[in-house]
């Protein structure tokens, strides 16, 4: 009786195991690869070159973000402070200068080399997003980064997604504040005496805020 199936075929139910366990090999590296905190991005918080702390400048000297972060008002990307701004205090103030902690710093003061801080937060190229636009309507740094004053070391405390920016979107009234509390993490309505629902709702309507809902507003 004649062979109806070519001799390859042989090797057809080996290849098929052999795929099979590949992809079983992918899914997991993929799952591995993904639910560690840089992709699921709650909760990344990479080593930075200095040891530099939000709750030793902001919590305790009190410090205000735009010493440092000073385009957060004016641009769509806050800056990171390059060395020159440490230096008014670390070498020109004299501040500490000789604590080992500020090694990597005084190199990079001395040499003229910028620190190579390692960027946290991050959306994707296709999502268009303005600090600007927000801070100057009253959305304050702890509703996007939480109490940041109280990190020695910034980790991602919020999703970044698309779902987490529309539940702001749909619903501005319950993160609005009076444009000088933007910058102060611990404030809240309550704090003063306010309902934060009520004091929203009319800063909504007194700013007339429309964020936007609509696919292009985000993905222009
Ligand atoms: C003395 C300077 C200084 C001040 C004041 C300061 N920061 Fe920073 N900030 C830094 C430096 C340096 C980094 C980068 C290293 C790090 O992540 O800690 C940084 C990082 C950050 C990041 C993470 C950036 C990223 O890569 O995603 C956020 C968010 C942030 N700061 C928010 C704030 C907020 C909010 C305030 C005010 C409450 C503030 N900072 C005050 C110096 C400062
Ligand atoms: C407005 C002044 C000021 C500026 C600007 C400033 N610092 Fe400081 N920093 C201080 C003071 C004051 C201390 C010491 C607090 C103390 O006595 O414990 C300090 C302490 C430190 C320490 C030591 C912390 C420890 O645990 O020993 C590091 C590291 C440091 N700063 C890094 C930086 C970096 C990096 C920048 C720039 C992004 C910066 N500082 C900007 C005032 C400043
Ligand atoms: C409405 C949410 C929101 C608010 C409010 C907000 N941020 Fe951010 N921040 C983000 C997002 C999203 C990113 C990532 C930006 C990107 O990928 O372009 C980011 C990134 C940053 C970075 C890294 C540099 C950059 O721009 O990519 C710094 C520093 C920072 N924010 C500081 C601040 C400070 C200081 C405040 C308050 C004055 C603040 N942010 C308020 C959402 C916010
Ligand atoms: C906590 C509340 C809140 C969160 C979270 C938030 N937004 Fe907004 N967004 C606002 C408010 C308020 C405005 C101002 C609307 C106005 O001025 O009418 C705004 C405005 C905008 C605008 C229009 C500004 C312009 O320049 O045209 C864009 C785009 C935008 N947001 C993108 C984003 C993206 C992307 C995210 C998530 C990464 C995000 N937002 C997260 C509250 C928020
Ligand atoms: C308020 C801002 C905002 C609006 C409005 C918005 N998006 Fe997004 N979108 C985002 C952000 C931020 C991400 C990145 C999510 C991430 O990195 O996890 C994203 C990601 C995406 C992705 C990539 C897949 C994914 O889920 O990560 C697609 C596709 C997408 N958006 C489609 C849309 C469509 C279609 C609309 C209109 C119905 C829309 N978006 C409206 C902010 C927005």
Redesign the pocket.
């Known amino acids: 009786m004649a062979n109806i199936f070519p001799k390859s075929a042989n090797f057809l139910p080996i290849k098929i195991g052999l795929g099979l366990a590949c992809i079983g090999v992918f899914v997991v590296a993929g799952a591995w690869y993904y639910f560690t905190p840089k992709y699921t991005r709650v909760g990344y918080q990479p080593q930075?070159p200095?040891a530099?702390s939000?709750a030793l400048?902001?919590g305790q000297l009190g410090?205000?973000?735009r010493?440092?972060?000073s385009f957060v008002d004016q641009a769509a990307h806050?800056n990171?402070?390059n060395s020159q701004?440490?230096n008014n205090c670390h070498k020109q103030g004299g501040v500490q200068w000789d604590n080992p902690k500020l090694a990597v710093l005084r190199e990079s003061i001395e040499k003229n080399v910028p620190i190579r801080?390692?960027?946290?937060?991050?959306t994707p190229d296709y999502v268009y997003f303005n600090h600007s636009a927000h801070v100057n309507r009253g959305v304050g740094?702890?509703s996007c980064?939480g109490q940041?004053?109280e990190m020695e070391?910034?980790y991602?405390a919020k999703p970044l997604s698309m779902g987490w920016c529309l539940e702001c979107h749909r619903a501005p009234e319950k993160n609005l504040r009076p444009l000088d509390k933007v910058?102060d993490?611990n404030w809240i309505a309550a704090s003063a005496g306010k309902n934060q629902d009520k004091m929203g709702s009319a800063l909504v309507a007194e700013w007339n805020v429309r964020p936007p809902t609509n696919c292009s507003g985000c993905h222009r």
Do not use: F, G
């Open positions: 930075q200095v530099y939000h400048h902001v410090m205000d973000c010493y440092c972060h806050a990171i402070p701004t440490c801080w390692k960027q946290i937060h991050q740094c702890v980064h940041i004053n070391v910034v991602e910058y993490l």
